[in-house]
């Protein structure tokens, strides 16, 4: 047997070995990059001049007031949306509730470019709008509006689900005894269940932030288009343009990471010195208020924002997907199942891409989740010295474009020195994918933490548990649900993540995201559709059994 | 309990790494290769059937494939490298990474598709892709699509973004941009790659692309896309794409052996199946060939050397960044 002490150090060995290899060693050869500029040739000569050059860029200052603009205005517009329908959802008995929520977990399945793409197929002039409905509003598409709207469309479940899920948690019984005590209703809610259910609010908020300045897909599809630029667009033009100017996407990344590290400073901030406890040795009361008269209501907002968010781009990718020629536009002789017989036929690769995907998503999913739920068990429930470090080198990644986690990673491990390295193989996908998603496992677990009372854990401990089973048998199963829904998100991401995996994908391999990739860019958006509804299919699936699995484990537990 | 949770991560890596572990044979040659990936496929496979010997691949645009071998230059993995702007071919020779070859199989490409040590694979050119449901009268030159019948009806690649969209501008800049100026008076708009600039045309949103990859168009066309392409009458540009042996692969004679095959008659057919111009002119294409088209000759140091300077002539025309 291995003595309780040795077995935490391991335990906290291996937490800082994982994120070490998965985010600090990337990150390090990006920095070395933007200070060294012949870094990627093995030379140090000419330190600083790219940084240099790329902060006294008259551009730099806009390009930095552009991406924040369009994050804060994504986040008020998600948490405007999300908050009220997440709030009635876990207060109130919504009438179809399980199927609202399977909705709105779609958009998370739906490929940011994807989803930008089928935007433009329906609103631009002669688009699917217009050939149903006789209008069209490409002037609003093609402009910052339709960037932020689109975005927002894209990204707001995550706030939508982290407020069900905290509000939810904590139930109606605080705020009934507030009622008894004298309060209004409203008042019961904004002075107990807002600030009780702060922390997972706060952590979701700041998620979409960094998802919103670090997405490449819609800026560039729609952007472009509004002569709208933001950081992410001007680093990948480095990286793409001849000649290619690394260091200068390095230097622009570091400006990503610095706006990422002040939200995060933000979140501590807005969170320090109070207690969220919520958790405590009583079961919450998961009783729902009645909606009454508001039934209909909520019923219709709650269509409206589902209509918006999910089924008008999947109909737009359906219908293009079933198309047999776009100009041919939706006419019943126009439509077929052409593109998705060419797949099941395995043209170039469809299905190969698909296995390949999923079980990265999955594995991406298992190793962030093991990774995210230790590292967040040890900066919230220990005293352990650095452990700040460790929680900022967990956000770090959410802030840097996969573009330039990729180059960090092929000049990490291509290294000629390592005696072995993953560069080439199917694992320096696994790796990338692990560092760019690592920080939503991190977040949901960082604030499930934060809710479960300390003293269930000092129970654990005086009846003699060990850390890690305290750990393992009292915390891991507190925080499932969590921890299972910030899983399901990483595994959605990761099995389409495009940007990474364009650099970095080793020979002869395709992944879903590429596989598209390449069918748009030989002209055949149909067949790259019919991937696209076959992956969205196949991934809200998987979740929705996953999400039923782990609800029946939780009741039988 | 422990020992279980830590062993989840590396069971985890295992099957991935398991999932497509590529095979390390002594001959193995690797391809990166821009452009059309079902051709690239069909030479890798045709070549393994011919030689036996494998070819791993690895496919992107330019601009990514140009990014990789950028990051992997303290150990570049690449042997064959094929490209779809010119531009490569002459900055590599420049640089000393390229190794000399002239292969049997060249004898009846142009000169003026091969150096010492680069050569096309095949040819595409640029032109008006146009949809003839538009309800627009059909375009000749591209100073048509200046005109009131295309006012915000057209599009145009970025030439930022691509080589042969860049020396299109660069034989159309004539005095001072001005047909890009009349044309953006006309509300065109200039944004993201090929394949962007075609879809809006495709669902009739825009009538025409200016500077459109003839193979896409003329494959869309082929499956019964409402497209035409159409060669302008004052003249176009090409866009040969080079294929280049690096200097450092450890399989020189397998390097060799494949650029002899996409040669080939074999090859150069498969060359000319995705609808590009065969770099040989012996070989029968379904499509206008070299000889067909009136060629803007471009000086492409020239040209090359001033790229910022007309990038940003261009974006001053153009109301771009």
Known sequence: MISGGRADQGFVLTTVAGLLVVVALPLAFVLLQAIFPNFGSGSLAAPFSALVEAFSDSKLLGLTLNTITLGVVVVALSSLIAIPLGVIRALFRVPLASLWDVLLLVPFMIPPYIAALAWIMTLQPRGYLFQIAGFDLGKLLFSFWGVAIVMTLNVFPAIYFAVSRTVGAIGNRLTDAARVAGATPWRAFLRVTLPLSAPGIVASLLIVFAMTIEEYGTPAALGARAGFDVLVTAIDTRVSDWPIDLSGASALSLVLVALSLSAFGLQLWLLSSRSYETVGGRSADTTRHALGAWTLPVILLFAVVTLLSTIAPLFAILATAFSRTISGGLALSNLGVDNFLAMAEGASGGVEALRNSLLLGLATALATGVLGATSAYFVVRTKLKGRQVLDALTVLPNAIPGVVVAVGLILAWNQPWWPASPYNTPLILLLAYCCILLPYPVRYANAAFRQVGESLEMAARVSGAKPIVTFTRVLLPLIAPSLIAAMLIVFAIASRELVASLLLAPVGMQTIATFIWRQFDQGSVQLGMAMSAVTIGVTTLISLAFALLSRKVDRTA | ?321
Do not use: C, H
């Open chain 2, 1 to 321: 309990m422990r020992r279980a949770f830590l062993a989840k991560g590396l069971i985890v890596g295992a099957i991935t790494l398991g999932l497509a572990t590529a095979a390390t044979a002594q001959e193995k040659i690797t391809v990166y290769s821009a452009g059309p990936a079902n051709l690239i496929e069909t030479l890798a496979k045709g070549f393994t059937a011919k030689t036996k010997i494998p070819v791993s691949v690895f496919q992107g645009t330019t601009g990514k494939v140009m990014a990789r071998i950028e990051a992997e230059a303290s150990n570049p993995v690449v042997d064959v490298l094929i490209s779809a702007s010119w531009d490569t071919a002459t900055d590599f020779s420049k640089r000393g990474w390229l190794l000399p070859y002239t292969s049997p199989n060249a004898a009846k490409v142009p000169d003026f598709l091969k150096t010492k040590d680069a050569v096309a694979q095949g040819v595409s050119a640029l032109a008006i892709a146009w949809n003839p449901k538009s309800g627009t009268p059909r375009p000749t030159d591209w100073a048509d699509l200046a005109k009131p019948p295309f006012k915000d009806l057209v599009t145009m690649p970025d030439p930022a973004e691509s080589g042969a969209t860049f020396e299109l501008v660069a034989a159309l800049q004539g005095e001072n941009f001005q047909l890009f100026k009349n044309l953006n008076a006309n509300g065109m708009v200039v944004a993201g790659a090929n394949a962007a600039a075609l879809t809006p045309v495709l669902q009739g949103a825009k009538a025409a692309v200016f500077g459109a990859v003839d193979y896409i168009s003329l494959g869309g066309a082929a499956k019964g896309e409402s497209i035409e392409v159409i060669f302008p009458t004052s003249g176009t540009v090409i866009a040969p794409r080079p294929m280049l042996i690096l200097n450092w692969s450890k399989q020189p004679d397998s390097a060799k052996a494949f650029i002899d095959y996409v040669l080939s008659d074999e090859g150069q057919a498969a060359v000319a199946k995705v609808y590009l111009m065969p770099a040989r002119t012996d070989v029968k294409a379904d499509r206008p060939l070299i000889g067909d088209l009136k060629i803007i000759s471009v000086d492409t140091d020239k040209v090359y050397a001033a790229r910022k300077e007309i990038l940003s002539g261009f974006n001053a025309a153009t109301g771009g960044k």
